[in-house]
């Protein structure tokens, strides 16, 4: 019975090990991602049942115990750590962007590989590259548009396509398998096989260098990552906040909001808000502060060491050359991870090749109770006791955790579903879909946004018709109630995501024309999006906006001036607002001033161009009337009324609480110029 059990254990791990570089198809609406957590996920309960149910049966716990365990646990510690004590919403941990399930699991992968034999762990390198040369085979058709024709999801008919989600990570991860495969090859000695996995090898070849080509720079796919300078100012002053464990796993995003520097805005990606450092051991940093990064240090610094103990020892050439190309893989895999961010894939091999260049000791644990002549069923039990003992806390764990995944998996279905239905403008079971997403797992903020936005376009398209019935009205503020509410729980979930607070200015700005008193609450939601996300020139474009909509042209030339002296001076959207803002203030020349700036700023040759050229002649000319909307250009809005009379927001319909945090204020705001947030309305503040 052991014995099966063992082989058992083993092919939960080597059929896991194929599946992850392949999947695309998922039933969530991240392939990419969620579906290889899925995959990790239930493998590393499945193999800790089996386990369990061997343990029990044989009374006896052997563990492979390797030199590499102590700081590999200490990685795996931070991340749940952070996970539990530091991220706010824990579903972006654990589910999406999933950094901490993945870590994790990919950690104990590493523990479970190591209680394999020798031989099952040349399996493990074999299995990684069949699949690998699958995923490049499909790399290469995808590049030759042979899949086009195919009854295949739109994304993965691209030329451009990927499975594991981008050229760069293809590239490395097909790199580091590379090595191993080549001593895979020169090794077999069955003619027929060395020649299949010289096909695979040749496959890997081919995908390998069509990656590199494609993230050479010029090329539409070349990646763009933050500056290391810019990636090492974020991690500072996030260990300034949580020097131990971190800003939390996934969190990257709240991190780079609130502290990348002023000087991000000059460069031509300030738009960008990166989820993820310039490489993995920043990333890492940031997320989960100096724990973790103590574990990765202690981990390289081992591995280095033992490596040069092992080449000037000669113990490789005894080990063979598998042992040699596993080397190279996971050095490749260690400098890769200095230059540029891991995916999932990237650091699960990164962990399966750390076990393959693992020497380990095996110690067994006896965990049989003193035997008695007697054999009853009660007596066998009593015998294993201290095996079911050391079992039980593992089983509870893994029950909790599938029963609590069967929900999260649903949910997840549901939001794929409604986000489908939106190509159909199915609106009913958009609505439908969304909420049982939502009733089956509460804590994503992601659907709550969305949530959010549907019943505010639903809203907008009422609040067009010429006339309303009061159950027309009714309808009305229960769409409007709806949208506030679920803006309130994506802020509630996640209250240090500047996103999140801006989704709730967004709202509010949205409803400015049906209910009273929603231009003060956006305001308060903009201040406290401004606060988190201090150099995005966008939210005070929005703030703008509000005052300007509200007649208050003070405040909104304040606030646009704020924009165009001090955090993105080149920005021709805010230099736009505040022309209009001068004008409606009967400042004429200042207002020419800034549409002749806009001038400078847009391309000669596009409808802004157009746009910005006719509101200087009106200004020239002493015009009253607006420069014309459509184009990307546009001023500010004033409040229409579109319901008459508005209607009345709910008790309970205010932002929530803000929570305490402090940034260093720009340098030419003043006490009117409080930070703003970004906004979405009927009618959008302009964007060159």
């Known amino acids: 019975m052991e014995k099966i059990l063992k082989e058992v254990e083993k092919y939960i791990l080597l059929v896991a090990l194929f599946l992850l570089p392949l999947p695309v198809f998922s039933i969530s609406s991240n392939p990419f991602i969620v579906t290889k957590i899925q995959i990790l996920f239930y493998a590393v309960l499945l193999y800790l049942t089996v386990r369990c149910v061997r343990i029990i049966t044989s009374a006896k716990f052997e563990i492979s115990i390797s030199n590499y365990d102590v700081p590999a646990l200490l990685i795996l510690i ?85 499975p594991e989600g981008g050229y760069l990570p293809s590239a490395v991860f097909l790199g580091a398998i590379l090595s191993s495969g080549i001593g895979i090859i020169i090794s077999e000695k069955k003619i027929v096989e060395k020649i299949l996995w010289g096909l695979c090898g ?106 040069q103990v092992d080449l000037k020892e000669k113990k490789l050439v005894n080990w063979g050359l598998a042992s040699i190309t596993n080397l190279i893989s996971l050095l490749i895999l260690v400098v890769s991870m200095a230059l540029f961010p891991a995916t999932i894939l990237i650091t699960l091999l990164f962990f399966v090749m750390l076990s393959l260049n693992t020497q380990t000791k095996k110690a067994v644990l006896n965990l049989m109770a003193e035997s008695h002549e007697d054999k009853s069923l009660g007596s066998k039990i009593s015998t294993r006791f201290p095996a079911i003992l050391l079992s039980l806390p593992i089983v509870i764990l893994v029950i909790v955790l599938f029963s609590k995944s069967v929900n999260i998996v649903k949910a997840e279905y549901n939001f794929k579903k409604a986000i489908d239905a939106t190509s159909k403008n199915d609106t009913k079971e958009i609505y439908d879909r969304m909420r049982t997403a939502i009733n089956l797992n509460p804590l994503v903020d992601r659907y709550r946004s969305s949530f959010s936005r549907i019943n505010l376009i639903l809203a907008n398209s009422m609040a067009q ?15 409007v109630q709806v949208a506030i509410t679920e803006a309130k729980a994506a802020v509630a979930l996640n209250p240090l995501r500047a996103d999140n607070w801006a989704l709730l200015g967004d709202t509010y700005r949205s409803i400015m024309p049906l209910a009273k008193g929603s231009e003060e609450f956006a305001i308060q939601s903009y201040r406290q999006a401004i606060i988190l996300d201090p150099i995005n020139p966008e939210l005070r474009i929005a703030l703008g906006g509000v005052y300007f909509a509200k007649k208050d042209y003070d405040s ?118 409080v930070t703003p947030s970004q906004t979405a309305t009927p009618s959008p503040s302009p964007t060159p």
């Open 202 to 307: 040749f496959l890997v070849s081919i995908s390998l260098i069509l990656s590199v080509v494609n993230i050479l720079p010029g090329n539409p796919s070349s990646p763009k990552f933050p500056g290391i300078g810019l990636s090492w100012a974020v991690a500072v002053d996030s260990l300034k906040v949580s020097p131990v464990l971190g800003i939390g796993p996934g969190n990257y995003v709240t991190a780079f909001s609130r502290f990348r520097p002023p000087s991000y805005n000059a460069t031509s990606l300030w738009s960008i808000k990166y989820a993820t450092a310039n490489n993995f051991y920043l990333t890492l940093l940031t997320e989960v502060g100096l724990l973790g990064f103590l574990g990765i240090v202690l981990l390289l610094y081992r591995i280095l060491k033992h490596s």
């Open 556 to 673: 909104a030339i304040n606030i646009f001036k704020t924009v165009t002296e001090s955090i993105k001076r080149d920005h021709p959207n805010a230099h736009y607002n505040l022309a209009f803002a001068y004008k409606e203030k009967g400042m004429l020349d200042e207002a020419i001033n800034e549409m002749t700036v806009v001038l400078s700023l847009v391309d000669k040759n596009s409808k802004d161009f157009e746009t910005a050229q006719k509101a200087l002649n009106d200004l020239s000319s002493k015009k009253k009337e607006a420069a014309p909307t459509g184009n990307q250009l546009v001023p500010p809005q004033e409040d229409q009324k579109i319901v008459n009379p508005p209607v009345e927001l709910p008790e309970g319909s205010e932002p929530p609480a803000t929570p305490s945090v402090s940034v260093t204020p720009t340098p030419s705001e003043t006490q009117t110029s």
């Open 465 to 479: 018709k010429k006339e309303l019935s009061e159950d027309d009205k009714n309808t009305l503020t229960q769409l």
């Open 78 to 162: 931070s991340y749940l750590l952070s996970t539990i004590l530091r991220t706010p919403n824990k579903m972006e941990a654990i589910l999406l962007p999933g950094v901490a399930t993945s870590i994790i699991c990919a950690v104990l992968l590493f523990f479970f590989i190591n209680q394999l034999g020798g031989e099952a762990k040349n399996l493990v390198t074999k299995v990684l590259f069949a699949s690998s040369a699958i995923l490049s085979l499909w790399m290469i058709l995808a590049a030759l548009g042979l899949l086009s024709q195919l009854p295949l999801p739109a994304y993965a008919k691209a030329k451009t396509f990927a």
